[in-house]
């Protein structure tokens, strides 16, 4: 985890719901605030925390690494990841800002909640690259229009502009709410 802050502590909480998590490695401006965010989430996954000096050393053996910044430089280039790494970069969501070097994008399987923004604002913007550079969208995958990870040791990135997952969880809450409440129209989120 790179980044200590709000943004950080929902998707600590997620991701600790969705896959086990078998040690945290984390990195903040704030070592104090990493150091909390470290051994209040370790304890709660009752997984190994560590605390990390930068941002290379923070994802050095991550098989998953998630950056949640203000950064308005690359803190990982191509060089700092791992082959076969995962890379949630939740930071490059407005112009100016970038966590990760175009490297690194280049080489890597990208997918974005909407192409357009990713170029004009998000991750690719930031890294001076164009609608090529994406594999395609969140939801391209999700009804396998695009494959995720297409080979051994392939780097994945997942770098939204919005925040659609949070989005998501809350209308699927409202959504199965007011469908057991038999209220709204059912609907085919795969159509």
């Not at 078998?22 to 070592?31: I, N, Q, S």
């Amino acid at each position: 985890m790179i980044g200590a802050g709000a943004q950080a502590e929902l998707v600590m909480r997620g991701l600790g719901e969705l896959r086990e998590v078998r040690g945290l490695t984390v990195f903040d401006l704030d070592a104090a605030r990493a150091a909390d965010f470290a051994a209040r989430h370790g304890a709660r996954l009752e997984a190994p925390a560590t605390v990390a000096p930068d941002p290379r050393a923070a994802v050095r053996d991550a098989g998953i690494a998630v950056l949640a910044t203000w950064a308005r430089r690359p803190l990982l280039n191509a060089a700092d990841v791992a082959p076969g790494t995962h890379l949630t970069s939740l930071g490059a969501d407005q112009p100016g800002k970038a966590e990760l070097g175009a490297d690194l994008l280049e080489g890597a399987r990208v997918v974005v909640d909407d192409v357009a923004l990713a170029v004009e604002m998000g991750v690719l913007a930031g890294a001076g690259l164009d609608v090529e550079h994406a594999a395609g969208t969140l939801r391209d995958l999700m009804c396998g229009q695009v494959p995720g990870r297409v080979r051994d040791g392939e780097i994945t990135v997942y770098a939204p502009v919005g925040l659609p997952w949070q989005d998501l969880a809350l209308s699927w809450t409202a959504y199965t709410a007011a469908r057991a409440e038999g209220v709204g129209e059912g609907f085919d989120f795969l159509a």
